[in-house]
């Protein structure tokens, strides 16, 4: 535990919905004391911002930080998580245990990804090998200053995966199922090359993948059915 001066963090994630690309998440921790400062900056939940914003933050935020710790889970990391029976809050909770131990602030506030966080941050309480106070709420990226910069943070990395990996395999959209550029881009690929790529991109064990690799086949077996 740190010293006399109170540490506090905030930790979210981007991307866990995602079909395409790398859950990101992310820890920020603050003297207590620079927490006006983050206020003064006008942080709030990523999602409100456009990305020149949430960059422009971002440089911001490192200045005012005490640290920040990035951990991203690639598409085949998070398919062997889920062969092994870990579910996302699961997967979270252990990349959370990680950010918060290596923080090791006073108290931690958490982005709850599930609607009983109090059953979340049980789980967690058992993960954390430290005295930390958690504080774990649904959207507490719009009410704790200090989850609003951990999702600034989470969110700009992804960015910059997803821009990376957009100039490497062509597509379009956001990565989550929701969009209907990301679908129609899965669609396209998968007529043109009958798989989607291996590794890197696409997350295989998602039901959205299942669906479109399962509408291929019956579209092939339909077509060999009416030669």
């Avoid at 949430?54 to 062969?83: F, H, N, S, T, W």
């Avoid at 550029?181 to 899965?186: A, N, P, V």
């Avoid at 579209?219 to 059915?225: A, E, I, S, T, V």
């Amino acid at each position: 535990m740190p010293g006399k001066e109170t540490i506090v963090c905030g930790v979210d994630e981007s991307g866990r919905g995602a079909v395409l690309g790398p859950l990101v998440l992310a820890g920020v921790s603050i003297h207590e004391k620079d927490l006006p400062k983050l206020k003064k900056l006008g942080v709030r939940d990523s999602k409100e911002l456009t990305p020149g914003q949430r960059e422009r933050l971002g440089r911001k935020i490192e200045k005012i930080a005490k640290d920040i710790i990035v951990l991203k889970v690639g598409p085949c990391r998070i398919d062997e998580y889920r062969r092994q029976g870990v579910n996302l809050n699961k997967l979270e909770a252990l990349k959370m245990k990680t950010i918060i131990e290596c923080l090791d602030p006073h108290t931690a506030y958490v982005d709850g990804p599930e609607v009983n966080t109090e059953k979340f941050r049980r789980f967690l309480n058992k993960l954390v090998n430290s005295e930390t106070d958690l504080v774990v709420e649904n959207f507490a990226d719009r009410r704790y200053p200090v989850v609003s910069a951990a999702s600034i943070i989470a969110k700009v990395e992804r960015d910059k995966d997803i821009e990376t990996l957009r100039k490497k395999y062509g597509f379009e959209g956001t990565g989550y199922p929701s969009d209907e550029r990301t679908i129609g881009w899965m669609k396209e690929y998968l007529k043109n090359n009958k798989r989607f790529p291996e590794k890197g991109l696409v997350r295989h064990s998602w039901i959205t993948t299942k669906d479109l690799l399962g509408d291929h086949q019956q579209r092939k077996l339909f077509g060999f059915l009416r030669k």
